[in-house]
T-cell receptor, first 114, second 112 residues
Framework: EAGVTQFPSHSVIEKGQTVTLRCDPISGHDNLYWYRRVMGKEIKFLLHFVKESKQDESGMPNNRFLAERTGGTYSTLKVQPAELEDSGVYFC????????????FGAGSRLTVL | SQQGEEDPQALSIQEGENATMNCSYKTSINNLQWYRQNSGRGLVHLILIRSNEREKHSGRLRVTLDTSKKSSSLLITASRAADTASYFCATDAAGANSKLTFGKGITLSVRP
């Protein structure tokens, strides 16, 4: 099966600009997660979709971040306006519903805000 | 606060040696997982151990779990240069609605 695909792999933007990251999960995976890793720190949870519904968005830093998963397929994460501290690697992961919750990750989208 | 904390933060060993990495966590868990990340790639699931299990093996990997101490260890035996990567433990907290919590990771370097 195809893996989790993320686009773009790297984005460099200026403070105040907008960036939209996209994630295509594995087909049939109802669970979709966004995580972020800032250099040298832990991988932090941002939010969790089950199909098109936001199950848990407790990790979203503030209202500059907007995640959507229309139709329960791919997801987008928009940062508007971007700030310097938003720099990091944004990972998307997906999983089937069920016991264990083993995640399959994408390669990540590296965001650099200048 | 960080749920999983790995230790050490960096480890350098010679090919053929064993590598032991530790993880401590704070809350009750359903299971604990270990993931590997090669540079520039996504995390790859290695092994899952449930809260009622004490030890699990998969190839050259051995994971232990001590729920009384809230800690886990990952042992890689007979390491290879290809094992060079970052390793993360992730906990699936009890009652937490299917959210994995990761630590900072351990950077393992295996010298050929």
């Amino acid at each position: 099966e195809a893996g989790v695909t993320q686009f773009p792999s790297h984005s460099v933007i200026e403070k105040g600009q907008t960036v939209t990251l996209r994630c295509d999960p594995i087909s049939g995976h109802d669970n979709l997660y966004w995580y972020r890793r800032v250099m040298g720190k832990e991988i932090k949870f941002l939010l969790h979709f089950v199909k098109e519904s936001k199950q848990d968005e407790s990790g979203m830093p503030n209202n500059r971040f907007l995640a959507e998963r229309t139709g329960g397929t791919y997801s987008t994460l928009k940062v508007q306006p971007a700030e310097l501290e938003d720099s990091g690697v944004y990972f998307c992961a997906s999983s089937r519903r069920g016991v264990g919750n083993v995640l399959t990750f994408g390669a990540g989208s590296r965001l650099t805000v200048l | 606060s960080q749920q999983g904390e790995e230790d050490p933060q960096a480890l350098s060993i010679q090919e053929g040696e064993n590598a032991t990495m530790n993880c401590s966590y704070k809350t009750s868990i359903n299971n604990l997982q270990w993931y590997r990340q090669n540079s520039g790639r996504g995390l790859v699931h290695l092994i899952l151990i449930r809260s009622n299990e004490r030890e699990k093996h998969s190839g050259r990997l051995r994971v232990t779990l001590d729920t009384s101490k809230k800690s886990s260890s990952l042992l890689i035996t007979a390491s290879r240069a290809a094992d060079t990567a970052s390793y993360f433990c992730a906990t699936d907290a009890a009652g937490a609605n299917s959210k994995l919590t990761f630590g900072k990771g351990i950077t393992l370097s295996v010298r050929p």
